[in-house]
């Protein structure tokens, strides 16, 4: 096995997939052939990775942090990088994907019964992951200190006990009480699990670290863990894909530019990275909306993302009011897409017979196209290569989704993937959906869309601009961190 090194959070949302990422960056940048890994992810923005020895299957799912630090390993993302994904599709349930192909549904509770059997897919995973590799670099998931969960745990300590890998333990200092997180997760972990620490990092600090000095003292004085080093707020990683939902309530509209586009946030937001490339323009300004608040009026573009629930998500679209405010925006002129979900709630009905997403078999649409879509059990799962109809320009990106689409505005299809015509236009011109995502990644076709709305965009190579951001997250944590200790460490 290739040696290993985990980082794990004080709880959620501390920064670990941008140090994983930026980590297995600067491993690269010393030559070593690093790979990730994380045991077990919950995130309904999900990426499309190979299935190794399945030639005929499309793709397998993991999440979209994998897919990321997989491009920091300078590797294609495998499913055996994240072998075990939870897609919540409710409050109490959600679908499990094993290695990458759906394995089936669970409530939370029936989910803790269900770990036992998954530890071993998880460890059968970890081993693949280990071939050829020099070092691999693990990502927790939420906190060790759920000790509550740690009988059946396979994401935290619960892997790194089963796997012997040591572990560097994650303070978010931004968020407060950080002295307080990692002294009480050393209180209240058991002996076992406490040995598996070898030392902890600060993350998110702002201002003068020197500062902190009293704090770090403090902290190695009920804990006795070695510091690695105090990390500053990383700028570079806003230009990163975001994985967990959770950054979308800290999101708020930046300054005006030439061109608004508003973006309902679904309950059940899936893949909401594909709006990441528009964001990245200088003459775009992208509002997330949440619930509650109106799709501003002087948006020129509405964009409706994927959803893990069509049918709960297009109920809450018209219990907010959204549907009203997007029949308000088409009558001013104004543009609308729908990814995925989102294009299916612009038709005129959504059914599901065979109650695949719940108890509600079928949803009136919001009527902004001319078809209907029915769930079906099966499930694609594929990355494509495609050629946008209204430009005539390549894209490329994934399929992830349930249903199928038919209806007259399907005569005019937005894209060519593989050779058979998806999505659908509007007569005007002015609507279009698709079930590719990632199509705002592919910089000409982006650069053209943008000029039809009469707003200049392009010359902005999107994929570089994260290669960069990865690379200065690498310098920064190069700077800031004992990294040759960390991977000294490794084992």
Same mark, same amino acid.
């Given at each position: 096995?290739?040696?290993?090194?985990?980082?794990?959070?004080? &709880?959620?949302? +501390?920064?670990?997939?941008?140090? #994983?990422? $930026?980590?297995? !960056?600067?491993?690269?940048?010393?030559? /070593? @052939?690093?790979?990730?890994?994380?045991?077990?992810?919950?995130?309904?923005?999900?990426?499309?990775?190979?299935?190794?020895?399945?030639?005929?299957?499309?793709?397998?799912?993991?999440?979209?942090?994998?897919?990321?630090?997989?491009?920091?390993?300078?590797?294609?993302?495998?499913?055996?990088?994240?072998?075990?994904?939870?897609?919540?599709?409710?409050?109490? &349930?959600?679908? +499990?994907?094993?290695?990458?192909? #759906?394995? $089936?549904?669970? !409530?939370?509770?029936?989910?803790?019964? /269900? @770990?036992?059997?998954?530890?071993?897919?998880?460890?059968?995973?970890?081993?693949?992951?280990?071939?050829?590799?020099?070092?691999?670099?693990?990502?927790?998931?939420?906190?060790?200190?759920?000790?509550?969960?740690?009988?059946?745990?396979?994401?935290?300590?619960?892997?790194?006990?089963?796997?012997?890998?040591?572990?560097?333990?994650?303070?978010?200092?931004?968020?407060?009480? +950080?002295?307080?997180?990692?002294?009480?997760?050393?209180?209240?972990?058991?002996?076992?699990?406490?040995?598996?620490?070898?030392?902890?990092?600060?993350?998110?600090f702002r201002g003068d670290v020197s500062l902190f000095d009293d704090g770090l003292r403090a902290i190695e004085k009920f804990t006795g863990w070695r510091c690695f080093g105090v990390v500053p707020w990383l700028r570079a990683a806003a230009r990163l894909p975001s994985e967990d939902s959770v950054v979308l309530e800290r999101l708020a509209s930046g300054e005006a530019r030439a061109l608004k586009v508003a973006v309902p946030m679904l309950g059940r937001i899936a893949n909401f990275d594909d709006l990441d490339p528009l964001k990245a323009e200088p003459q775009v300004e992208v509002v997330f909306v949440p619930p509650g608040k109106k799709l501003p009026a002087d948006a020129g573009l509405v964009v409706i993302p994927g959803s893990k629930s069509t049918i709960g998500d297009l109920l809450k679209f018209r219990e907010n009011g959204w549907d009203?405010?997007?029949?308000?925006?088409?009558?001013?002129?104004?543009?609308?897409?729908?990814?995925?979900?989102?294009?299916?709630?612009?038709?005129?009905?959504?059914?599901?017979?065979?109650?695949?997403?719940?108890?509600?078999?079928?949803?009136?649409?919001?009527?902004?196209?001319?078809?209907?879509?029915?769930?079906?059990?099966?499930?694609?799962?594929?990355?494509?290569?495609?050629?946008?109809?209204?430009?005539?320009?390549?894209?490329?990106?994934?399929?992830?989704?349930?249903?199928?689409?038919?209806?007259?505005?399907?005569?005019?299809?937005?894209?060519?993937?593989?050779?058979?015509?998806?999505?659908?236009?509007?007569?005007?011109?002015?609507?279009?959906?698709?079930?590719?995502?990632?199509?705002?990644?592919?910089?000409?076709?982006?650069?053209?869309?943008?000029?039809?709305?009469?707003?200049?965009?392009?010359?902005?190579?999107?994929?570089?601009?994260?290669?960069?951001?990865?690379?200065?997250?690498?310098?920064?944590?190069?700077?800031?961190?004992?990294?040759?200790?960390?991977?000294?460490?490794?084992?």
């Amino acid at each position: 096995m290739a040696r290993a090194i985990m980082l794990q959070g004080t &709880g959620s949302d +501390v920064g670990k997939t941008v140090l #994983v990422a $930026g980590l297995c !960056r600067v491993a690269k940048k010393r030559g /070593l @052939k690093v790979r990730p890994f994380k045991p077990q992810n919950m995130s309904n923005n999900a990426a499309v990775a190979e299935i190794p020895g399945d030639n005929n299957h499309g793709g397998g799912e993991i999440g979209r942090a994998q897919w990321l630090q997989a491009i920091a390993c300078g590797v294609p993302p495998s499913v055996h990088m994240n072998p075990v994904l939870l897609k919540p599709q409710t409050d109490v &349930g959600a679908q +499990v994907i094993v290695q990458g192909k #759906v394995f $089936g549904e669970a !409530r939370a509770r029936d989910y803790q019964a /269900l @770990k036992g059997r998954l530890m071993d897919a998880v460890l059968e995973s970890w081993g693949k992951v280990g071939e050829g590799a020099d070092l691999v670099i693990v990502e927790g998931a939420g906190s060790p200190a759920e000790i509550n969960l740690r009988s059946r745990d396979i994401a935290n300590m619960g892997f790194a006990t089963r796997a012997d890998v040591p572990v560097v333990l994650v303070g978010d200092i931004d968020r407060g009480g +950080v002295i307080a997180s990692l002294a009480g997760t050393h209180l209240i972990l058991p002996e076992e699990d406490r040995r598996m620490i070898v030392g902890y990092l600060i993350n998110k600090f702002r201002g003068d670290v020197s500062l902190f000095d009293d704090g770090l003292r403090a902290i190695e004085k009920f804990t006795g863990w070695r510091c690695f080093g105090v990390v500053p707020w990383l700028r570079a990683a806003a230009r990163l894909p975001s994985e967990d939902s959770v950054v979308l309530e800290r999101l708020a509209s930046g300054e005006a530019r030439a061109l608004k586009v508003a973006v309902p946030m679904l309950g059940r937001i899936a893949n909401f990275d594909d709006l990441d490339p528009l964001k990245a323009e200088p003459q775009v300004e992208v509002v997330f909306v949440p619930p509650g608040k109106k799709l501003p009026a002087d948006a020129g573009l509405v964009v409706i993302p994927g959803s893990k629930s069509t049918i709960g998500d297009l109920l809450k679209f018209r219990e907010n009011g959204w549907d009203r405010d997007l029949a308000a925006h088409r009558k001013r002129g104004g543009h609308v897409v729908g990814i995925c979900g989102g294009f299916q709630m612009l038709g005129r009905m959504v059914r599901d017979p065979d109650g695949i997403e719940g108890s509600v078999i079928e949803a009136e649409g919001l009527g902004l196209l001319d078809v209907e879509t029915v769930m079906e059990a099966e499930k694609t799962v594929r990355n494509v290569s495609a050629r946008s109809v209204p430009f005539g320009l390549p894209l490329e990106g994934y399929e992830i989704h349930l249903g199928r689409t038919t209806g007259p505005d399907t005569r005019r299809p937005s894209a060519i993937i593989n050779g058979a015509e998806d999505g659908a236009i509007s007569a005007d011109g002015k609507v279009i959906g698709t079930y590719m995502h990632g199509l705002f990644g592919a910089d000409g076709f982006r650069g053209k869309f943008l000029e039809s709305l009469g707003i200049k965009g392009g010359g902005l190579d999107y994929r570089s601009e994260v290669e960069r951001a990865l690379d200065e997250v690498a310098a920064e944590l190069e700077t800031h961190l004992d990294c040759d200790a960390i991977f000294s460490l490794a084992r």
